[in-house]
């Protein structure tokens, strides 16, 4: 996929105000306390998740989709938003978000990927 010059420029910008704590997750989807018993709140929990649809809707980030997997590159807990007080929180983590279209694509290619009999390239046995 190639990306014009603009939408380069609005991932980056998007990545750098998420680094810099101007766009926090709840920010952008408050969080939601689901009821098992009432099907909005659980719908409304669902959107608010952060899974790879839902974070590519509100922000002007890319996802690159190769063989049914879509890739999205963010980053994790920028300023300590998630407060949970590790040692580094705060500090952004790069985080290479994996979507799938169907359930289990993402599973079975990682699964394929590792050589379960002994391989031919020389890379070690799982």
Request: glycine share 8%.
């Amino acid at each position: 996929m190639d990306l014009s010059a603009e939408q380069e420029a609005r991932y980056w910008e998007a990545l750098s105000q998420r680094i810099a704590g101007k766009s926090r997750w709840d920010q952008v989807a408050p969080r939601v306390v689901r009821k098992d018993d009432d099907l909005d709140s659980q719908r409304q929990y669902g959107l608010s998740t952060q899974i790879v649809k839902s974070i590519l809707t509100p922000r002007p980030y890319v996802g690159f989709t190769i063989n049914s997997i879509t890739y999205v590159i963010e980053v994790f807990n920028p300023r300590d938003e998630l407060g949970l007080h590790y040692v580094g929180a705060g500090d952004p983590v790069v985080a290479l978000l994996l979507g799938e279209s169907t359930f289990g694509t993402v599973q079975n290619q990682l699964i394929s990927a590792v050589c379960w009999r002994p391989c031919k390239s020389g890379l070690p046995q799982a």
